[in-house]
Every structure is written in C-alpha cells, then in structure tokens.
C-alpha cells in the first residue's frame, strides 16, 4: 500500500494552518487531512488511504465507523442528544451500571465528564476530600492532560507550556527499566524505584499525602512498562502513609493491554479510583471517574457537568463496551499483540538503532538510540521512520520525553495481517535510515 502517489493541496490543512492556534501541532512535514475512515484504515481529502495503526492516540478503539457504534448513536440521536447532570438519562445509567461490574476490586460509583483531562481531575479532588489532604504524588515520565492542575501533575517538560502552576504535585522515579535513574538492572534493583516512595513522602511532602496516580504503562512517555511487582511494592507504601491510589486508564483501558479489561489488573492491585476517556466510547468525547462508594460519598452532593454523562457518548460507550465482550476483543489484543511484539523484536534483532521493544497486547513501543551502549536518544530516526512509514500508506505514533519512541495502538480489531503488514512498513523504512 502506497500513499506517496498523490500530493495532498489540502484547503483544510492550510484553514488549520491559518484559524487555529499554532500550537495545534500536526505529524508529518506535509500534514494529512483526514476525511474519512472504515474499519483499519482511514484516507485523507487526496484520496490516499492508510493503515491506521494509533487509533487517534488509541481512541478509536473498534476502528473507524464501526457499523454497531454507528447504529447505535445515530439512534440515540434521533431520541435525545443532551440533558446535562441534573436529568438522570438510560445510556448514562446503564453504563454506570455495567462499569461497575466490570471493574476491578470495590469500584461502584461513577461521575461522567469530557475528557482524561477531566476525569484525572475529578480523582484527585475527590482524593483529596475523602483523605482531607492535599499532596498528590505522580510518576516522572507520567501524562494526565493539559489543563493547568494536569500539567501540574504530568512529568513531561515538553507537556509544561507554563512552569507548575497548581501546588501539591510530587514526582516520584518512573519504573523506567531502559533507562533505571538509579543505574541498576532488574531484578537485581530490588525494586528501588518502587522503594523511593517511601523517602520521597518523608523528604519532599508533609507525609500526609492525599493519592498516588499513575498510568499502569506510561502512554505518553513511550508506554514505560514497570517491574510486575512495581504496584503492588509503591501502592503498599502510599498506604501505609495514609494515601489512596488512582490508576490512570486513559490509554491503558478497554482491553487495550490484552486478557484484562484494565492495565493495572496485570499487577494484582486493586485501586480505590479509575480514570478513562479515549477508547472508552470509540472515539466519542467522554471522561469517567469511578471510585469505591467511601471515596464517592466524600465529594459534596452539589456539583455539576453540563455534557458529562451525554447520552450519546454513553449510549456510544455502552455499544463500544458491547461490542468488545461479544468479538472477545479483549483476548484479540492478547494474541495479535504477542504477535506483533515477536514481529518488532525481529526488528530490534536486524537494527542496531533500536535499543528497546516494550509494552502489552496492543499497547506496544520502539525506543530509538543513536548506539546501544551509551543509549544517546535518537529522535532524528523516529522522524524519518515516520515520514517513510507514511509514503507506505501506514500511520503510527510517536512519544518519550526525548522524542524517540514510536508508539502502536491499533484498534483491538486489528489482525495478524494488519501488524505483518504495518511491521514491513517500518522494515523498509528502518532500511532507507
């Protein structure tokens, strides 16, 4: 597949360009218009189309258009398309309903908002109200959105367009085994990033501290992929110190790690809150917090969301939520992310530049270096895969706090023959480097 035939002269490229902010930044030295998309592929207003191997950073999570989801919002659309929180409304009750059976542990109560950003938010404050502290710790490498308390808490520089605005954020040692910050290889390290939880609390906070939120794998910092027993070592310790603990889903929910439907299940820890948006209603604007009834019950009765809980995005969700139980794309993920890891390990065999293959189920990353020994990063590669990967009709993610990580997250309805075929598109790219 080739979509280097037809140059794009995008009217809606260069509108972006002209009427939005420049900070809406855009992939590829000629960026594509994306006009419409079925099932694993998308194409642009050129006519080029291509194998969409990202999702829409891992949001649509069924693939484009996906016939089930389609029915069911153009019908929830003909009935009702808003109510805000205060009307109680079928799609926003069920799913409600059916979350709550789904998740791990205690998790009963759920508050529906627009976005990650949001539901992040909504955690920690409710965090911080049932505890009656105010420290949240995060993870270095970790991202939870772009509001000012989101950035506060993100460990990204490049994620930071203001210096720390919201206080009472901490960032404890990423589970970053490629790149340990203690220099020490696991097993050996005996969890020692896990470990300086304990002296982050009681040197750089009060000690009373409200939360720990972390990603299970680390989405935006090149799907950072911690020790099996990482949880369970840190999550001990924030409790021990009185805090309770958020698993951040955004990325990692919805099956998307392959045999669970939460990436945190992977590390038998049970959370008091969860986090999610973007696959959660295949590519319909929604956030959800859920949290066990004690955390819930601690938030004051008045608060409100005027789009929170829309039945269309519920009822979207609802379908989405569905459709993974009825095609067991949740196992899918395991099977076609295990062949698709072994696929990309081949690569980091054939190409030196390579210097780590991470992740679970379809959830799975490159890290590029300039030499393996020195581990220098290498993001002039990550660009030039991504403009050659783009010439085969192929599109991917990118990620890592140094730009060169590329990131994959197909929908959970890709095949063995979409990896094969997304995986020789990043063979001949590699080889033209």
Not at 43 to 61: E, P, Q, R
Not at 89 to 118: D, H, M, V, W
Request: aromatic share 8%; glycine share 10%; proline share 5%.
């Amino acid at each position: 597949m080739s979509a280097e035939n037809k140059a794009s002269t995008s009217d809606t490229v260069q509108k972006h360009k002209d009427f939005l902010f420049p900070s809406v930044t855009m992939y590829y030295q000629e960026p594509i218009a994306l006009e419409r998309g079925e099932g694993m592929h998308a194409w642009d207003d050129a006519g080029n189309k291509y194998l969409d191997c990202f999702g829409g950073v891992l949001t649509t999570s069924l693939g484009h258009a996906h016939p089930q989801v389609t029915e069911a919002v153009v019908d929830q659309v003909k009935k009702l398309t808003h109510t805000s929180t205060l009307y109680a409304n079928a799609p926003q009750s069920q799913l409600a309903a059916k979350l709550a059976e789904i998740t791990p542990g205690r998790l009963e109560k759920s508050f529906f908002t627009n976005s990650g950003t949001e539901a992040d938010e909504t955690a920690t404050q409710a965090a911080k109200l049932y505890t009656g502290r105010q420290e949240i710790i995060t993870l270095r490498h970790s991202y939870s959105g772009r509001s000012a308390a989101a950035q506060s808490a993100g460990g990204h520089k490049s994620w930071k367009v203001l210096p720390t605005q919201v206080a009472g954020y901490y960032h404890a040692p990423a589970p970053y085994c490629y790149r340990c910050p203690f220099k020490l290889t696991y097993p050996e390290c005996d969890l020692a990033c896990a470990k300086d939880m304990k002296e982050l609390i009681e040197t750089a906070t009060s000690g009373n501290i409200a939360a720990f939120m972390a990603e299970p794998i680390l989405g935006v910092g090149g799907y950072i992929t911690p020790p099996k027993e990482y949880f369970k070592e840190a999550v001990a310790i924030v409790r021990q110190y009185g805090g309770v603990f958020i698993t951040d889903e955004v990325q990692t929910g919805w099956g998307r790690t392959g045999d669970k439907w939460f990436g945190i299940e992977h590390w038998d820890v049970e959370p008091d809150i969860i986090t999610s948006a973007k696959g959660m209603a295949a590519g319909f604007p929604i956030g959800w917090t859920i949290a066990t009834p004690e955390v819930a019950n601690a938030v004051p009765t008045l608060t409100f969301s005027t789009f929170g809980g829309n039945p269309v995005s519920t009822r979207a969700a609802l379908a989405t939520i569905e459709v993974i139980e009825t095609e067991n794309l949740i196992h899918s993920a395991k099977v076609v992310g295990d062949h698709l890891r072994e696929r990309l390990m081949g690569l980091m065999e054939k190409y030196e530049i390579i210097g780590d293959v991470r992740g679970l189920g379809l959830m799975q990353a490159l890290e590029f270096v300039k030499d393996r020994k020195t581990k220098e990063p290498n993001s002039a590669a990550v660009l030039k895969i991504f403009e050659e990967t783009k010439k085969r009709g192929v599109l991917i993610g990118k990620g890592g706090l140094y730009g060169n990580c590329i990131r994959i997250g197909p929908p959970l309805i890709a095949t063995k023959d979409d990896m094969d075929e997304m995986v020789t598109a990043l063979d001949e790219a590699l080889a033209t480097i």
